[in-house]
C-alpha cells in the first residue's frame, strides 16, 4: 500500500480522493513524491506507509518485508530516493505503530510510557526513555518525536527519566 492510490501513483496527477487526504495533511508533499517513485520501482508491488522529513534526513515507515524491496537491488531504489530528495534517507520497519517506536528508540530501553487524554478529546502519549541510555539513540529526541507524532497522529513528549 501507498499513502496514495496505485492509479494517481502512476499517472502523477492526484485524483480527487487523495487530493483531499494532501489537503487535510493526512499526506505530504513528501509521501506523494515518494509514492510516484515507489511505483516505478515496484508496479504497486510494495508501498509503505509514511514519511518523515526530520530536518537533515527523511524517514520512510514500511512494513518489515517491504524493507529489502523498498532500498532495492544493490541500494539503487534508495539512492535514486536519495538523489530525488537530496537528503539522506532511512528505511525502517515495524508491523505496528507500538513496535516503529520501539525500533526507533532501541537499543536504548524505554522505562515508561503513558497517555495523557484531554478534556477536547485529544491524547497526548508521553514516553520516558532510560537516561543512562541517552548515548544509544541513533538519531535525536526532536527527530524521534517528529516521526513518532505522525506515526500515532498525536502529541507525543519524549523525555529522559
Ligand atoms: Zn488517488
Not at 520497519?93 to 530501553?109: D, K
Request: proline share 2%; charged share 30%; hydrophobic share 40%.
Amino acid at each position: 500500500m501507498l499513502p496514495i492510490c496505485n492509479i494517481c501513483a502512476k499517472t502523477k496527477t492526484l485524483c480527487a480522493s487523495c487530493e483531499k487526504k494532501l489537503k487535510n495533511e493526512e499526506i505530504s508533499d513528501l509521501d506523494v513524491k515518494i509514492s510516484e517513485m515507489m511505483y516505478d520501482f515496484g508496479k504497486g508491488e510494495f508501498g509503505f506507509e509514511k514519511a518523515v522529513d526530520v530536518g537533515n534526513f527523511v524517514v520512510i515507515l514500511t512494513q518489515k518485508e517491504d524493507i529489502g524491496k523498498i532500498i532495492g537491488p544493490g541500494g539503487e531504489n534508495l539512492r535514486k530516493i536519495e538523489e530525488a530528495l537530496g537528503k539522506l534517507t532511512k528505511v525502517m520497519g515495524a508491523s505496528s505503530a507500538e513496535e516503529m517506536i520501539y525500533t526507533l528508540i532501541s537499543p536504548a530501553n524505554i522505562a515508561s510510557t503513558s497517555k495523557l487524554y484531554r478534556a477536547d478529546g485529544t491524547v497526548m502519549r508521553k514516553i520516558t526513555i532510560n537516561k543512562n541510555d541517552a548515548d544509544k539513540l541513533k538519531m535525536d529526541i526532536h527527530s524521534i518525536k517528529k516521526i513518532v507524532s505522525n506515526l500515532v497522529h498525536a502529541d507525543v513528549e519524549i523525555i529522559l527519566g
